[in-house]
């Protein structure tokens, strides 16, 4: 079965400092997506950055950047250099090859940036 | 702007009254998809569709109709609401594959009395 797992349910960080975000992963389709997704207390879900399971380099968007081990099958976020605005929740997911295109999701991380 | 647009945002709605909740995307993709958030329990997949006429049940599909009669729409049906459909709901599209990013409408908050 697929599942996704993010043990932190809250975190801070200064501003301007960096923050890791864990993930961890399983699954059994041999072919598949990671993806981190943003939700600010407004409600809407934001894509922020993807990483392919055959993609040989760390994934980056601007100031998020994705730590993929595929043999720890885990999929960290990194936000660098933090604003007040990446306050949100912050939520890991997987989409499989076999899974009919359905994202899995974790239970999210609460991030909060503090001035 | 490529985005999904859902309707209603807000619905505050009696138990046992027919609703709609309508989508649309104008990225042209086949893939679309319903999730609900729930406290606890986080997103869950309802329904998906992977093109015109083809749908399938997710994994909390009871209470709720779809169709998909154009590559665009996407509408979620509640014939008979009841109160444990009170949740936050999100319409998602993407183009078909593993390695595509889902994208979300901005969720409509249900509450049903």
């Known amino acids: 079965a697929q599942k996704i797992t993010q043990t932190q349910p809250g975190m801070f960080v200064q501003e301007k400092e960096a923050v890791t975000l864990d993930c961890t992963y399983d699954?059994?389709?041999?072919?598949?997506?990671l993806f981190w997704y943003k939700q600010p207390s407004s409600g809407e879900m934001i894509f922020l950055i993807y990483?392919?399971?055959?993609?040989?380099q760390n994934a980056t968007e601007g100031r998020y950047s994705l730590n993929f081990q595929k043999a720890r099958k885990s999929a960290n976020l990194v936000i660098s250099a933090s604003q007040l605005g990446d306050s949100a929740m912050y939520f890991c997911a997987m989409r499989g090859y076999n899974q009919g295109g359905k994202l899995i999701f974790g239970q999210g991380t609460e991030l909060s940036v503090k001035p | 702007e490529a985005q999904v647009t859902q309707n209603p945002r807000y619905l505050i709605t009696v138990t046992g009254k027919k609703l709609t909740v309508t989508c649309s995307q104008n990225?042209?993709?086949?893939?679309m998809s319903w999730y609900r958030q729930d406290p606890g329990l986080g997103l869950r997949q309802i329904y998906y569709?992977?093109?015109?006429?083809?749908?399938d049940k997710g994994d909390v599909p009871e209470g709720y109709k779809v169709s998909r009669k154009e590559k665009r729409n996407f509408p979620l049906i509640l014939e008979s609401p009841s109160p444990n459909q009170t949740s936050l709901y999100f319409c998602?599209?993407?183009?078909?594959?593993?390695?595509?990013?889902?994208?979300f409408g901005d969720g409509t908050r249900l509450s049903i009395l």
């Open positions: 998602a599209s993407s183009v078909t594959g593993p390695n595509q990013p889902q994208h």
């Open positions: 990483q392919g399971s055959y993609d040989q």
């Open positions: 699954t059994s389709d041999p072919s598949y997506g």
């Open positions: 569709s992977m093109n015109v006429e083809v749908t």
């Open positions: 990225m042209n993709h086949e893939y």
